[in-house]
């Protein structure tokens, strides 16, 4: 029953590796959201989806890709590992209205890069 | 641009006591939403409660209520009856446009004093 839902919860990996979270929502919404946490507990938004369409892309390196096959699900990739990609990645939806919304968020994966 | 700020990295309170928690922000749009979330131990962000600007009223839910000061651009959180669950980040938000991009501010941590 959980609305939004990543896996994996935690990933530790090597420099140089590709990995990929995964996201899905179960909310019916139309816009989906990856935002990075940083050590500092900073949140930061990345990536905006909505209804498969790329909305907002930050200054984000290249490195970082999001895919949406549909508009329940939006995957992270990351190529090329580096350190400083250590991190909590959250993913979050929201409806898509033009007023009052708030986003709902997953419960985060914490990406450890060794 | 958008900005949040909260100045207060750091709070404590005795358990039953009330504690205010600090947040202004900075905007050019004149519709947006203000929020506060909540993150526990367990990383999961949850929502406390939301204030949509155009509303002169201040939200409240439960022992959480807000002081939506808009001339000052001012959103404190008020916690009453403190209990020890209330332990966690809390995490100022401010969202507008009809992207409903959610700019955070980096969080207040909150202790609560058996």
């Not at chain 1, 179960?26 to 940083?38: A, S």
């Not at chain 1, 949406?68 to 991190?87: F, Q, R, V």
């Not at chain 2, 202004?24 to 939403?33: A, I, L, P, R």
């Not at chain 2, 000061?69 to 020890?84: E, H, M, P, R």
Request: net charge neutral; hydrophobic share 30%; aromatic share 12%.
């Amino acid at each position: 029953d959980t609305a939004v839902s990543q896996t994996p919860k935690y990933l530790v990996t090597q420099m140089g590796n590709d990995k990929s979270i995964k996201c899905e929502q179960n909310l019916g919404h139309d816009t989906m959201y990856w935002y990075k946490q940083d050590s500092k507990k900073f949140l930061k938004i990345m990536f905006s989806y909505n209804n498969k369409e790329l909305i907002i892309n930050e200054t984000v390196p290249n490195r970082f890709s999001p895919k949406s096959p549909d508009k329940a699900h939006l995957n992270l990739h990351i190529n090329s590992l580096e350190l400083g990609d250590s991190a909590v990645y959250f993913c979050a939806s929201s409806p898509w209205t033009g007023g009052n919304t708030e986003a709902f968020f997953g419960q985060g994966t914490r990406l450890t890069v060794v | 641009a958008q900005t949040v700020t909260q100045s207060q990295p750091e709070m404590s309170v005795q358990e039953a006591e009330t504690v205010t928690l600090s947040c202004t922000y900075d905007t050019s749009e004149s519709d947006y939403y203000l929020f506060w979330y909540k993150q526990p131990p367990s990383r999961q962000m949850i929502l406390v409660i939301r204030q949509e600007a155009y509303k002169q009223q201040n939200a409240t839910e439960n022992r959480f209520s807000v002081n939506f000061q808009k001339a000052a651009k001012s959103f404190s959180l008020k916690i009453s009856d403190s209990q020890l669950g209330d332990a966690a980040m809390y995490f100022c938000a401010q969202g507008s446009g009809g992207y409903q991009k959610v700019t955070f501010g980096t969080g207040t941590k909150l202790q609560v004093i058996p």
